[in-house]
């Protein structure tokens, strides 16, 4: 259990850690490629050390050093691994289509939470392509067996950049050409990567298409994560003023900055820039009063990890909010509608679940409250913002796992755990 203060005030100027998004795709990419690389300002959390462990258990060499590690590939994965991805749904769902494309056998598992989580949405589009991939009821373990792949038109019915970078992967060592629609467009830093490393990618609007490539490695400096640095930037639209600095804001992932927007946050881009073909800036945000908002199922790939935060903001705003379109949250880490639904709740504010979504009765206050992370470290984070912007604070259980993606959030926050 962790006690949280409430404040008065929160300023502060922040360095964060690196896009795990990035991390994961930059160790991935280059653990399967020809050469050698250096990735920079990586986030070393435990999702991304689990994409570590499971390249190395595939052939790759991965030397890490803080948040340096340098990579070098073997495009000829090991056969019959066992490759434990931990609680990391970004690694074994990219994985699997990788491992898919190599013709090898493997099996790709991983901690509780993770077995509950569904894999066939990857399973059922890569057999499209011709791919073996096997599931225990829809859940992992999953197994892949030896298949050739061909090229295949495939459309998915809901936008997720996990499914469309499964597909990609595995893509890229099929015949012929593939391509990958979905409703809306999800963020794209696979096809950004693939592409810088020499594979052919194609893109128009919410169709991406690849041919057969071999990958070249890439050195690669990893941009501040959006979704870290939104905790803080939430925080000085909250309680004072906060500066994020070298934050990564590819426009398919800046869907917090339409939530501002919406919600009338004031806020500044500084010193923009392109690094490693990534949007790069700095984002100064204040204090500022909030009304409520309306988002739908087009907004919320862009934001939909910052959706429980969104979810808080609202309840501090003026007025309802209401957010739909959102059902994939409710098989992330834990069903985050309701958790996120209950947290609101349990520190003052009005928010009632729907099916895919939140209703939410905005209050100029709450008063604060005890919270159960669920081992969520979304939620952890997003209570922390609740409780130090709430009049009395309040205590969260469980926030270790914070360390999945940020694993000095408490510290930047100046809280010590204990």
């Keep these: 259990m962790q006690r949280i203060h409430a404040r008065e005030y929160f300023e502060g100027e922040f360095e964060l850690p690196g896009d795990k998004s990035i991390t994961h795709r930059a160790i991935m990419l280059n653990g399967g490629s020809e050469g050698e690389a250096v990735i ?47 609680n990391s749904g970004t690694t074994i769902r990219l994985l699997t289509g990788f491992v898919a494309g190599k013709e090898i056998d493997a099996m790709l598992y991983g901690d509780d939470s993770l077995s509950g989580r569904p894999m066939k949405r990857v399973a059922e589009p890569l057999a499209m392509l011709g791919a073996d991939v096997k599931t225990m009821d829809g859940h992992a373990p999953v197994y892949v067996s030896p298949k050739k792949l061909c090229g295949a038109d495939v459309t998915i019915p809901v936008a997720s950049a996990q499914v469309k970078s499964a597909l990609l992967l595995a893509a890229i060592s099929a015949e012929g050409e593939t391509s990958v629609t979905e409703p809306n467009k999800s963020r794209d830093h696979t096809e950004r990567m693939l592409a810088a490393m020499g594979a052919d990618v ?106 429980p935060l969104v979810a808080l903001l609202c309840a501090f705003a003026d007025g309802e909010s209401r957010i739909s379109g959102a059902k994939e949250l409710r098989v992330k880490e834990s069903d985050r509608i309701k958790t996120t639904a209950e947290l609101i709740r349990n520190i003052g504010g009005d928010c009632m679940e729907t099916e895919d979504g939140f209703i939410i009765r905005g209050k100029n206050k709450l008063r604060g409250g005890d919270i159960d992370s669920y081992l969520d470290h979304r939620i952890a984070m997003t209570g922390a913002v609740g409780l130090i912007a709430s009049e009395f604070g309040g205590n969260i259980y469980r926030p270790e796992c914070c360390a999945i993606s940020f694993p000095d959030f408490f510290e930047k926050l100046g809280i010590r755990l204990y």
């Design 40 to 86: 920079t300002n990586a986030l070393m959390g435990e999702d991304c050390v689990s994409t570590c462990r499971c390249m190395r258990a595939l052939g790759a060499e991965i030397d890490i050093d803080g948040t340096t590690l340098r990579v070098k590939g073997t495009p000829r994965f090991r056969r019959g691994r066992e490759l434990n991805c931990g």
């Design 202 to 307: 194609q893109v128009n609007g919410n169709r991406v298409t690849v041919k057969k490539s071999t990958l070249k490695s890439l050195d690669v400096r990893v941009p501040a994560d959006i979704s870290s640095a939104a905790y803080f930037m939430a925080l000085g639209a909250l309680k004072g003023k906060t500066l994020c600095k070298n934050v990564g804001v590819n426009p398919t992932r800046t869907g917090i900055l339409k939530a501002f927007d919406l919600l009338g946050v004031k806020y500044r881009l500084l010193n923009e820039r392109v690094s490693g073909g990534e949007l790069t800036a700095d984002i100064l945000v204040e204090k500022t009063p909030m009304k409520g908002i309306e988002l739908t199922g087009e907004d919320v790939p862009s934001m939909i990890d910052e959706l």
